[in-house]
């Protein structure tokens, strides 16, 4: 649905498990994000990245990690020293990013229940 | 630090009245202003956006007007109806290393009431 993927839907790990959540796009976009999106909270931005084995931290980058191997995939692993990390999860993408900003478009999400 | 306000978090409105979502934002070289809507546990979807360059946008009952000066910008709904009831998310883009970020606000829960 959108070009891009996201799996699973819904993810339950232990605490003090890391667990990856994947993000597959088929959009041939250069540009992937990943934000956190809690009630009342808006989506918060973990990590993106312009291009293949490059990325940058976002506003709330502690306690994930991510890698950008390939240019369709760019999954994103959520480690035990996130202090919180029930939470839905989105993955957006967007075309190259000349002078104009472009609009992002967004996965399905994955839940993420940690208990 | 960088930031996007937005109001109101709730709205309720009757069907067929205009709904109007107001934000801020606090980067002044944000160019790019677009809103999202997201229906319960779905993805965002883009509905409306408008860049720097432009006062106001319209696209059938759906509007969003941009006042640089004041570092503001809304969206309107006409004539809602119930199908409009979802989150709305207001977002502004920033330069950062070369590239763009987004920061979204925190959103406003519409209900359009039959």
């Known amino acids: 649905d959108g070009g891009i993927t996201q799996s699973p839907k819904y993810l339950f790990r232990k605490e003090g498990q890391n667990v990856t959540l994947s993000c597959e796009q088929n959009l041939n976009h250069d540009a992937m994000y990943w934000y956190r999106q809690d009630p009342g909270q808006g989506l918060r931005l973990i990590y993106y990245s312009q291009i293949v084995n490059d990325f940058q931290k976002g506003d709330i980058a502690e306690g994930y990690s991510v890698s950008r191997e390939k240019k369709e995939s760019f999954p994103l692993t959520v480690t035990s020293a996130q202090k919180n990390p029930t939470a839905f999860y989105l993955c957006a993408s967007s075309i190259r990013q000349g002078t104009d900003p472009p609009p992002l478009h967004f996965g399905n999400g994955t839940r993420l229940t940690v208990t | 630090g960088e930031n996007v306000e937005q109001h109101p978090s709730t709205l309720s409105v009757q069907e067929g009245d205009s709904a109007v979502i107001k934000c801020t934002y606090s980067?002044?070289?944000?160019?790019?202003f677009p809103w999202y809507k997201q229906e319960l546990g779905k993805r965002p979807q883009l509905i409306i956006d408008i860049r720097s360059n432009v006062g106001e946008k319209k696209d059938q009952r759906i509007a969003v007007t941009l006042n640089k000066t004041a570092k503001h910008f809304s969206l309107h709904i006409t004539e809602t109806q119930p199908e409009d009831s979802a989150v709305y998310f207001c977002a502004a883009s920033i330069a950062a290393s070369g590239t763009y970020k987004y920061i979204f606000g925190t959103g406003t829960r519409l209900k359009v009431l039959a």
């Open positions: 980067d002044s070289a944000s160019n790019y």
